[in-house]
Nanobody, 120 residues
Framework: QVHLVESGGGLVQPGGSLRLSCAASGFIMDLYAMGWFRQAPGKEREGVSCIDVEGVPTDSDAVKGRFTIWRDNAESAVYLEMNNLNLEDTAVYYC??????????????WGQGTQVTVSS
């Protein structure tokens, strides 16, 4: 059974940093692209960052230059380092797996999400 469990969310001041972690189990993560999404109150879920099996990241324009995604296949984990956070980054962040090795494929499994709140 596939499980994706996020951790690392919390309350942070504008300009601060957080690192999110996603622990994957029940499948061979090495074979699939992995990504982070977020959903802010009253808004649709949006893609944040994705990393393919080659380790090549794709970031949304909203986070480019501030967020970094990486994967540790040995640990079956995906991480998202978030720097210079601003109020618009407040959202529930979700880890997701993709149907193939590429970030252009659809998503299949999702975690439960972790709350990130940026507030002064």
């Amino acid at each position: 059974q596939v499980h994706l469990v996020e951790s690392g969310g919390g309350l942070v001041q504008p300009g601060g940093s957080l690192r999110l972690s996603c622990a994957a189990s029940g499948f061979i993560m090495d074979l699939y692209a992995m990504g982070w999404f977020r959903q802010a109150p009253g808004k649709e879920r949006e893609g944040v960052s994705c990393i393919d099996v080659e380790g090549v990241p794709t970031d949304s324009d909203a986070v480019k230059g501030r967020f970094t995604i990486w994967r540790d296949n040995a640990e079956s984990a995906v991480y998202l380092e978030m720097n210079n956070l601003n109020l618009e980054d407040t959202a529930v962040y979700y880890c997701a797996s993709y149907l193939s090795a590429s970030c252009t494929s659809a998503n299949d499994f999702w975690g439960q999400g972790t709350q990130v709140t940026v507030s002064s």
